[in-house]
């Protein structure tokens, strides 16, 4: 919301819209049970085709690949929702790589199974080449999340000024597969010299290199946590105005009501980044600039910026919040029974993933010393656009 | 989430952003390079620099032109409060006039009492303190004992006031009496009264010194002290509403978060420009979660703008910052280079010497997150 009224205000209709659907959906079928199954192993097949039907996964993918176009920065405000109800499924990474492939008008359809983009992280060792016909790939990727459930793998590789995105079959690969803290598939990717067709290759136009998808990536773990937080400070404030003990609710204790403060500022605050990472990669991918270079390329500064001090903020609220809010719960909220778990994992799976706090703290800290400390308070302050 | 706790996204209008580098500008030429900077408000008392703030319409922006106000923005405002602590302007004389005192007048006080003082505030010439706590009466403020009898045309005042910041410098001390005894409800019967600091009878004002050796806060005694029924603010026996309410203009504002600030512009200057990955990791911490409490921050100004009462959130900004606030010096000092020099080392020790006071002034911690408890629904 801009404090000055605009019409983009129209446009957000649609926005909310989804966002109710995707609400109301996410809350009707994300029972402790399902998730529960997922985490066991069960592909929430019937959760994911129900989205199917809606179009969500494919919200920001152009009509003709049977999307609604919505800018993607817009769709994923979705994330937090799957957060908030621990969406077992990769509504996530399918939003985006429908998004970022759709950009290409060689792509003619899209499957109706889960996109996983895979991005190579500075640990792995992986190499790609451009071939004759294509690209070859080489090396292993580390636990890259949902590869498991992949349809087809979106594999981005930086080609000179840009960034390609390799569409693999995932039984063209041999997966590793895992499960992560939350139950969550991941998969350890080895590719043995795969060559990829250069009619699977599509060059992505929003994106400039791998840099950029990353911090996408990590902002969609940003707003998922910013989900996650919010319903960590729900379930809590309502089992402390529940749960009684020495004759009253624990909620009437200040040691309770203290934590739970805390807990209510580490919410807003991550909130508040998640959102605020979101508000900059709309610049990035408003169509009025996209046109102009040098401005987009201040825009996708900001966005980065901003997306890695989400992840940072989301992060870091993530280990205070989750601590108290299992202090909070007591022997119940250590139960398998009871679902404040299948948040706090995910928490703590969500901030390992895409760049830890360290990661995206130290990437901000290197930039700010290289500016000089009397440019300090400038880059704080300097405003969006 | 609890209504009252949702911070929506904001952006300074540009008429704020185009104030930004005037204030800079001015600052640039103003201030003396020299000086051990600090961003903590209650730093450097300079009547002169608040003169020339005053001379440039940066105190009273939001009130109305009639009384000399700029009728201006809270946007406008919030981006002229945080120039001046980032830059660690010594922005103490007129802080508290502009930040409260001028705003509960205008909301309270008579249209003799606005058309009195306020031009004065605007111009940078006049200084208020605040004059709540007591010996006895810290967090549990409606406890005051420093009573105010009537008398013919006025009201004679008995008690003493403690840890009120500048008495010893400003003109007037807005002060929380209680003129009725108390009875089943300790909310009524209290007042504020104008009382001025300069030239009351029975009135013995005497600094205290601070643990890193400031002469800031005192001790002021009334002894049959007369203040003249016009310098009622508001009407008597209001004053419980009055105060609440000035307590809210006092929390949200950037004062909350940028207390230590200059420490970590040093912190940059001593490592330069190719970090230890340590370092690199604090400086993008401590500068992330900055710019986050900026955002809830500049939400809040948000509020106030749109005619809301945002007591609660503000006092969710002041605990985050505060915490930050406290928690920047302690991070800076594991990661500091060893040879960081003279100018950092001072900067350090200064923002540790004054960190304490972090989270007491303005109402301490503990009040605080009760008041978030309450926001959320818990009491
Ligand atoms: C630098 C500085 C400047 C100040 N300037 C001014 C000024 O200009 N004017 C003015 O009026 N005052 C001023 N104050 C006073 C300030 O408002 C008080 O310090 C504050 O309200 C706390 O009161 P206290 O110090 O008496 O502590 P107390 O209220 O005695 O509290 C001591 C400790 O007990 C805790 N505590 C108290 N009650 C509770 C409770 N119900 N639940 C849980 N914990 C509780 C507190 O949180 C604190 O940790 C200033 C203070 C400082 C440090």
Same mark, same amino acid.
């Given at each position: 919301?801009?404090?000055?009224?605009?019409?983009?205000?129209?446009?957000?209709?649609?926005?909310?819209?989804?966002?109710?659907?995707?609400?109301?959906?996410?809350?009707?079928?994300?029972?402790?049970?399902?998730?529960?199954?997922?985490?066991?192993?069960?592909?929430?097949?019937?959760?994911?085709?129900?989205?199917?039907?809606?179009?969500?996964?494919?919200?920001?993918?152009?009509?003709?690949?049977? #999307?609604?176009?919505?800018?993607? @920065?817009?769709?994923?405000?979705?994330?937090?929702?799957?957060?908030?109800?621990?969406?077992?499924?990769?509504?996530?990474?399918?939003?985006?790589?429908?998004?970022?492939?759709?950009?290409?008008?060689?792509?003619?359809?899209?499957?109706?199974?889960?996109?996983?983009?895979?991005?190579?992280? $500075?640990? !792995?060792?992986?190499?790609?080449?451009?071939?004759?016909?294509?690209?070859?790939?080489?090396?292993? /990727?580390?636990?890259?999340?949902?590869?498991?459930?992949?349809?087809?793998?979106?594999?981005?590789?930086?080609?000179?000024?840009?960034?390609?995105?390799? &569409?693999?079959? @995932?039984?063209?690969?041999?997966?590793?597969?895992?499960?992560?803290?939350?139950?969550?598939?991941?998969?350890?990717?080895?590719?043995?010299?795969?060559?990829?067709?250069?009619?699977?290759?599509?060059?992505?136009?929003?994106?400039?290199?791998?840099?950029?998808?990353?911090? *996408?990536?990590?902002?969609?773990? $940003?707003?998922?946590?910013?989900?996650?937080?919010?319903?960590?400070?729900?379930?809590?404030?309502?089992?402390?105005? !529940? &749960?009684?003990?020495?004759?009253?609710?624990?909620?009437?204790?200040?040691?309770?009501?203290?934590?739970?403060?805390? *807990?209510?500022?580490?919410?807003?605050?991550?909130?508040?980044?998640?959102?605020?990472?979101?508000?900059?990669?709309?610049?990035?991918?408003?169509?009025?600039?996209?046109?102009?270079?040098?401005?987009?390329?201040?825009?996708?500064?900001?966005?980065?910026?901003?997306?890695?001090?989400?992840?940072?903020?989301?992060?870091?609220?993530?280990?205070?919040?989750?601590?108290?809010?299992?202090?909070?719960?007591?022997?119940?909220?250590?139960?398998?029974?009871?679902?404040?778990?299948?948040?706090?994992?995910?928490?703590?799976?969500?901030?390992?993933?895409?760049?830890?706090?360290?990661?995206?703290?130290?990437?901000?800290?290197?930039?700010?010393?290289?500016? #000089?400390?009397?440019?300090?308070?400038?880059?704080?302050?300097?405003?969006?656009? | 989430?609890?209504?009252?706790?949702?911070?929506?996204?904001?952006?300074?209008?540009?008429?704020?952003?185009?104030?930004?580098?005037?204030?800079?500008?001015?600052?640039?030429?103003?201030?003396?390079?020299?000086?051990?900077?600090?961003?903590?408000?209650?730093?450097?008392?300079?009547?002169?620099?608040?003169?020339? *703030?005053?001379?440039?319409?940066?105190?009273?922006?939001?009130?109305?032109?009639?009384?000399?106000?700029?009728?201006?923005?809270?946007?406008?405002?919030?981006?002229?409060?945080?120039?001046?602590?980032?830059?660690?302007? @010594?922005?103490?004389?007129?802080?508290?006039? !502009?930040?409260?005192?001028?705003?509960?007048?205008?909301?309270?006080?008579?249209?003799?009492?606005?058309?009195?003082?306020?031009?004065?505030?605007?111009?940078?010439?006049?200084?208020?303190?605040?004059?709540?706590?007591?010996?006895?009466?810290?967090?549990?403020?409606?406890?005051?004992?420093?009573?105010?009898?009537?008398?013919?045309?006025?009201?004679?005042?008995?008690?003493?006031?403690?840890?009120?910041?500048?008495?010893?410098?400003?003109?007037?001390?807005?002060?929380?009496?209680?003129?009725?005894?108390?009875?089943?409800?300790?909310?009524?019967?209290?007042?504020?009264? /104008?009382?001025?600091?300069?030239?009351?009878?029975?009135?013995?004002?005497?600094?205290?010194?601070?643990?890193?050796?400031?002469?800031?806060?005192?001790?002021?005694?009334?002894? !049959?002290?007369?203040?003249?029924?016009?310098?009622?603010?508001?009407?008597? #026996?209001?004053?419980?509403?009055?105060?609440?309410?000035?307590?809210?203009?006092?929390?949200?504002?950037?004062?909350?978060?940028?207390?230590?600030?200059?420490?970590?512009?040093?912190?940059?200057?001593?490592?330069?420009?190719?970090?230890?990955?340590?370092?690199?990791?604090? /400086?993008?911490?401590?500068?992330?979660?900055?710019?986050? *409490?900026?955002?809830?921050?500049?939400?809040?100004?948000?509020?106030?703008?749109?005619?809301?009462?945002?007591?609660?959130?503000?006092?969710?900004?002041?605990?985050?910052?505060?915490?930050?606030?406290?928690?920047?010096?302690?991070?800076?000092?594991?990661?500091?280079?060893?040879?960081?020099?003279?100018?950092?080392?001072?900067?350090?020790?200064?923002?540790?010497?004054?960190?304490?006071?972090?989270?007491?002034?303005?109402?301490?911690?503990?009040?605080?997150?009760?008041?978030? $408890?309450?926001?959320?629904?818990?009491?």
């Amino acid at each position: 919301m801009s404090s000055t009224p605009s019409d983009e205000q129209d446009s957000g209709a649609a926005g909310r819209m989804i966002q109710d659907t995707a609400d109301r959906l996410l809350r009707d079928q994300c029972s402790k049970e399902l998730v529960d199954a997922a985490e066991a192993g069960t592909w929430p097949a019937a959760l994911w085709h129900t989205l199917v039907e809606t179009g969500l996964p494919w919200a920001s993918a152009p009509e003709r690949l049977g #999307g609604s176009a919505l800018d993607l @920065p817009e769709a994923l405000g979705l994330l937090r929702l799957v957060g908030a109800h621990a969406a077992p499924v990769p509504l996530a990474e399918t939003l985006i790589a429908s998004a970022l492939l759709g950009e290409d008008d060689a792509v003619s359809e899209l499957p109706e199974g889960p996109l996983v983009p895979v991005l190579a992280g $500075a640990t !792995d060792d992986f190499t790609a080449r451009p071939e004759a016909d294509g690209w070859r790939l080489e090396g292993v /990727i580390a636990d890259v999340p949902f590869a498991p459930v992949a349809d087809v793998l979106v594999v981005a590789v930086e080609a000179g000024e840009g960034l390609m995105l390799l &569409r693999v079959d @995932p039984a063209s690969v041999r997966l590793e597969p895992g499960r992560n803290i939350a139950g969550e598939p991941i998969a350890t990717l080895v590719f043995a010299g795969l060559s990829v067709k250069a009619s699977d290759c599509s060059r992505c136009a929003s994106l400039g290199g791998a840099e950029e998808l990353l911090a *996408l990536l990590a902002l969609s773990r $940003a707003l998922m946590s910013a989900g996650a937080m919010q319903s960590l400070l729900d379930m809590s404030v309502g089992y402390a105005l !529940d &749960r009684k003990q020495f004759g009253r609710p624990i909620a009437q204790f200040q040691a309770v009501q203290q934590q739970l403060a805390v *807990l209510a500022g580490e919410a807003a605050a991550a909130i508040r980044a998640a959102d605020a990472g979101l508000e900059a990669f709309a610049e990035v991918f408003r169509t009025d600039v996209a046109g102009d270079p040098e401005s987009r390329a201040l825009r996708m500064a900001m966005a980065i910026q901003e997306a890695g001090v989400a992840k940072a903020r989301t992060g870091e609220a993530a280990g205070r919040g989750a601590e108290i809010a299992h202090q909070v719960h007591g022997a119940m909220g250590f139960t398998y029974e009871h679902r404040l778990h299948q948040r706090t994992r995910r928490l703590w799976a969500w901030r390992d993933q895409y760049g830890t706090e360290t990661y995206w703290q130290a990437r901000f800290g290197r930039q700010l010393c290289a500016a #000089g400390a009397d440019a300090l308070w400038d880059i704080l302050t300097r405003p969006l656009a | 989430m609890a209504q009252a706790l949702v911070f929506d996204a904001v952006r300074l209008p540009p008429e704020a952003e185009a104030l930004r580098s005037e204030v800079r500008a001015f600052v640039a030429e103003t201030l003396d390079p020299d000086l051990l900077r600090n961003s903590d408000f209650g730093s450097g008392h300079d009547p002169e620099f608040s003169r020339a *703030l005053g001379a440039r319409g940066w105190i009273g922006m939001t009130w109305p032109a009639k009384y000399g106000g700029g009728d201006r923005s809270f946007f406008e405002r919030y981006v002229v409060t945080e120039e001046l602590l980032a830059a660690g302007a @010594p922005v103490e004389a007129h802080w508290i006039a !502009d930040r409260q005192s001028g705003p509960v007048m205008l909301r309270y006080g008579t249209e003799a009492q606005r058309e009195f003082f306020l031009p004065r505030i605007i111009k940078g010439e006049c200084f208020f303190s605040i004059g709540m706590s007591e010996p006895d009466s810290g967090s549990d403020l409606a406890s005051v004992r420093t009573s105010a009898a009537k008398v013919d045309g006025g009201w004679v005042v008995n008690g003493t006031k403690l840890w009120t910041s500048g008495a010893h410098r400003n003109h007037y001390m807005i002060t929380l009496v209680r003129t009725e005894p108390q009875g089943d409800n300790r909310h009524a019967g209290l007042s504020q009264l /104008i009382v001025d600091l300069k030239n009351s009878q029975g009135l013995t004002i005497r600094p205290i010194a601070n643990m890193a050796g400031d002469r800031d806060f005192n001790e002021v005694v009334f002894e !049959d002290c007369f203040v003249p029924d016009e310098h009622v603010l508001g009407s008597p #026996g209001n004053g419980w509403e009055q105060v609440t309410s000035e307590l809210g203009y006092e929390r949200s504002g950037p004062e909350r978060f940028l207390s230590s600030f200059r420490l970590l512009v040093e912190l940059i200057r001593a490592v330069g420009p190719d970090p230890e990955p340590a370092q690199a990791a604090a /400086i993008g911490k401590l500068a992330g979660q900055l710019t986050t *409490l900026r955002k809830i921050s500049i939400s809040v100004a948000g509020m106030l703008q749109s005619n809301r009462n945002p007591i609660v959130e503000a006092a969710l900004v002041k605990e985050l910052g505060n915490n930050f606030e406290k928690e920047l010096p302690e991070l800076v000092r594991l990661v500091a280079p060893a040879a960081a020099g003279r100018l950092f080392q001072r900067t350090l020790e200064d923002t540790l010497l004054h960190a304490p006071s972090f989270s007491l002034r303005g109402g301490t911690r503990e009040i605080l997150r009760g008041m978030i $408890a309450r926001g959320l629904g818990l009491r």
